[in-house]
């Protein structure tokens, strides 16, 4: 099991997301002495007779005014058993945006409800998102149980509900927990309040919950993708590194290819293939932090020496295995970003991995109605909206479906004129269990 683990914690307005991360924290013993002094402080001028723990993440001027997360805030912690960098995200529908960016690397998402309110278009939204997204686990934290008398029958109604929206966006199940944030009920310790709850404290599904890219109970990613290590290898250049050019005698025949590896492994001396162009050619070497080894692993940023000279530039991939497709049409889906709305027609630059090219919508597939689940027809895309969407790009793109590479799968949507990101977007068919319309894609002309 991995020692560290992404998380995000999502949800509508008030459902407490700052405050059970506060708890987290404090709970956990993971607050500097002047962190809680300060905290303390601006709770008594705020009349407040105790510590206000969503202070401990709600750190921006305009959110304190506000009392609300407008920005995603990142926390590091740990505990004996994981170390945790958490993401916390704002729940007001304006900044979903924010959620997007907060949920793309996690490996758990935590998804909160208020226990009197339930489900509402927000919550929806987010499980969307993390559905969308391919978080491979969700958890669903049961907010505010204690303002419901503790119910065991209202967490009972509360978890069909959340299962039904989950299997209807394609998340196979989810874990639900019961807790109070403001009281710290099953948050990092086991309440007396719950005795009917027999599962997990959140602390404790968090550190125990595998951080490696698989699944578990509360898998979004449909059991499709493997772990990163075990995946094709793919290695996306950043950079061609020639230091003979800067006078470097001890370097004249270098040449080497720097970028990160996106996944899978790859050795000194096996076959490789060169994308867009095709060429194959083989490993001949590997240097990391000014040193040469023999293998990189996912996540690793390396350089790679190959045993032809070949005309690589930044852009291009480095694979092995099961090759990516080459294409330069993408179907896929999209969470808009931006405050004007994408129509056919739209010119702007699509960024894939270290790749940017042109591309131009071709058509709208539909618009994810979160309400049903379902794909329904649209002639354009506003704030907030999910659907899909239909490129087509003025170069190839080596490109894995999203649902089985997360790194490689996705795409960012830039306004060319301003760099604006204006959306990010998942090769391949995500609104599982959507119904298609009839759309007949138009043919533009880059």
């Not at 899909?388 to 960012?412: H, K, W």
């Amino acid at each position: 099991m991995s020692t560290l683990l992404r998380l995000a914690t999502a949800g509508s307005v008030d459902d407490g997301k700052s405050t059970l991360v506060g708890r987290l924290l404090f709970d956990s013993k993971s607050v500097l002495a002047d962190q809680l002094e300060s905290v303390e402080r601006v709770s008594r001028d705020r009349g407040l007779s105790g510590a206000d723990l969503a202070l401990l993440t709600d750190g921006l001027r305009a959110e304190r005014e506000q009392g609300i997360t407008i920005d995603v805030a990142y926390r590091y912690f740990a505990t004996a058993k994981r170390t945790f960098i958490l993401a916390d995200c704002p729940g007001h529908v304006q900044y979903t945006r924010n959620t997007v960016t907060g949920a793309s690397t996690a490996d758990v998402v935590v998804l909160l409800i208020d226990a009197r309110k339930g489900l509402l278009e927000q919550t929806r939204r987010h499980l969307a998102v993390a559905s969308l997204l391919r978080v491979p686990n969700v958890v669903v934290a049961i907010n505010k149980i204690d303002l419901v008398g503790y119910s065991h029958a209202r967490y009972e109604e509360l978890h069909d509900d959340i299962a039904a929206a989950a299997r209807a966006l394609g998340i196979e199940s989810v874990t639900s927990i019961p807790v109070s944030a403001l009281e710290g009920a099953n948050v990092v310790e086991r309440s007396a309040h719950t005795p009917w709850w027999e599962g997990p404290t959140l602390l404790s599904y968090l550190e125990s919950v595998p951080a490696d890219g698989s699944a578990t109970s509360g898998s979004a990613a449909g059991g499709t993708a493997l772990p990163t290590s075990e995946q094709p290898f793919r290695f996306p250049v950043q950079s061609v590194i020639r230091p003979q050019l800067a006078g470097g005698a001890e370097y004249r025949d270098y040449r080497g290819y720097a970028g990160r590896v996106a996944s899978g492994t790859v050795r000194i001396g096996d076959p490789v293939t060169v994308l867009p162009s095709g060429t194959t050619t083989t490993v001949s070497g590997i240097d990391l932090l000014g040193a040469s080894v023999s293998q990189i692993f996912a996540g690793q940023s390396a350089t790679l020496r190959l045993t032809d000279e070949l005309d690589v530039t930044r852009g291009d991939s480095i694979v092995s295995g099961e090759l990516p497709v080459l294409t330069q049409d993408v179907q896929g889906t999209v969470a808009w970003l931006a405050e004007q709305p994408l129509r056919p027609g739209t010119r702007l630059l699509l960024k894939h991995t270290t790749r940017t090219t042109t591309a131009i919508v071709r058509n709208i597939g539909g618009i994810l109605n979160l309400g049903s689940a379902r794909l329904e027809p649209a002639e354009h895309l506003a704030l907030n909206d999910i659907g899909s969407v239909t490129l087509r790009l003025a170069s190839p793109i080596a490109a894995d479906e999203y649902a089985r590479n997360r790194s490689t799968g996705s795409f960012l949507l830039i306004d060319q004129a301003s760099g604006a990101t204006l959306a990010a977007g998942m090769v391949g068919n995500a609104l599982t269990g959507a119904v298609h319309p009839e759309t007949r894609p138009l043919n533009y002309a880059i």
